[in-house]
């Protein structure tokens, strides 16, 4: 059973920055695919960043520039780098992992969430 747990969540300040972590446990196998998602009240949870093994990255256009993914080694955390925050940033943020059993299945698993506020 793949567990994520995300942490780094809180208040910020417009224009301060925030990390958001997020730690993989329970499986041999480290992911291939990891991502953040967000979900403001009254809104559709939307992807903000994505990272592979190839350590290939992509943004949602809203965050390009300001925010970055990267992982360690092993990709057994990674991390969002949130700089220049907006109030619109403001959302619930999910840890998303992909990883691939010794059998072939692909595990599709999610954090409980972290909260972050922008706000003065």
């Known amino acids: 059973q793949v567990q994520l747990v995300e942490s780094g969540g809180g208040l910020v300040q417009p224009g301060g920055s925030l990390t958001l972590s997020c730690a993989v446990s329970?499986?041999?196998?480290?992911?291939?695919?990891m991502g953040w998602y967000r979900q403001a009240p009254g809104k559709q949870r939307e992807l903000v960043a994505i990272?592979?093994?190839?350590?290939?990255?992509n943004y949602v256009d809203s965050v390009k520039g300001r925010f970055t993914i990267y992982t360690d080694n092993a990709m057994n955390t990674v991390y969002l780098q949130m700089n220049s925050a907006k109030p619109e940033d403001t959302a619930v943020y999910y840890c998303?992992?992909?990883?691939?059993?010794?059998?072939?299945?692909?595990?599709?698993?999610w954090g409980q969430g972290t909260q972050v506020t922008v706000s003065s």
């Open positions: 998303h992992a992909l990883v691939r059993a010794s059998t072939g299945e692909v595990l599709n698993s």
């Open positions: 329970g499986t041999t196998f480290s992911p291939y695919h």
């Open positions: 990272i592979t093994s190839g350590r290939n990255t």
